[in-house]
């Protein structure tokens, strides 16, 4: 099983550009990567899912290089209203939970 | 079209006291899920359901029981409530191909056991 590592916590300001790493070196062939975006009392909310190279959305960006051990979640000028924790998983785009695994969040936090 | 809808939102229990949850989804989607999140930490798969009438135990399915008579409903129940079991509990469901449109997670249910 894929280990998940992202960091703990990030600030930012608002009108900047946030990248969350995560790494995921176990990462297996089958595998894709999801993001999920959580805010205090609510259930997370899937923001994007890609396999390789770079995805993007009206939400995000995601980008994998070539080799998958990690991925970035670019988020394009923030506002205080993404203050939230980031999620990343990674798992069969098909289902199957024993091969979904959340790690442990990212906390971004951003300031006026 | 209401999603995942859980209940209760919030409950108190006394330990050795019993209770259920229920997750109800009308997006007709073949897998659910329930999960605990505690301070700090991530989400912990419980049991899952990958049809009516089928259950399966996840990574911390002890002290739980679940059922899914139904498609549209997926029960979660406290035999006899712990303290350790004081958490933030979500359903969560999905269609069998799941590879563009992810999880859909319910709102919660604030779990306290005194």
């Known amino acids: 099983l894929a280990k998940i590592t992202q960091p703990i916590s990030m600030d930012s300001y608002e009108g900047q550009e946030v990248n969350i790493t995560c790494s995921h070196n176990?990462?297996?062939?089958?595998?894709?990567i999801t993001w999920y975006q959580q805010f205090p009392s609510q259930g997370p909310r899937f923001i994007i899912q890609?396999?390789?190279t770079k995805v993007t959305n009206e939400v995000a960006s995601l980008f994998i290089p070539a080799d998958r051990k990690s991925s970035t979640l670019s988020l394009p000028r923030v506002s205080l209203s993404d203050t939230a924790v980031y999620y990343c998983?990674?798992?069969?785009?098909?289902?199957?939970?024993?091969?979904?695994?959340f790690g442990a969040g990212t906390r971004l936090a951003v300031h006026p | 079209n209401a999603g995942v809808t859980q209940t209760p939102k919030f409950r108190v229990l006394k330990t050795g006291q019993s209770m259920t949850l229920l997750c109800a989804q009308d997006?007709?989607?073949?897998?659910m899920y329930w999960y605990r999140q505690d301070p700090g930490m991530g989400l912990r798969l419980i049991h899952y359901?990958?049809?009516?009438?089928?259950?399966a135990k996840g990574e911390v399915p002890d002290g739980y029981n679940v059922s899914r008579l139904k498609k549209q409903n997926f029960l979660l129940g406290l035999e006899s409530a712990a303290p350790s079991q004081t958490s933030v509990y979500f359903c969560?469901?999905?269609?069998?191909?799941?590879?563009?449109?992810?999880?859909?997670f319910g709102s919660g249910t604030r779990l306290t056991v005194v």
């Open positions: 969560a469901t999905h269609r069998a191909q799941s590879r563009v449109y992810g999880y859909t």
């Open positions: 359901s990958v049809g009516e009438g089928t259950t």
């Open positions: 997006m007709n989607h073949e897998y």
């Open positions: 176990n990462i297996a062939t089958n595998d894709y």
């Open positions: 998983l990674v798992g069969e785009g098909s289902g199957g939970y024993n091969k979904l695994i």
């Open positions: 890609g396999y390789k």
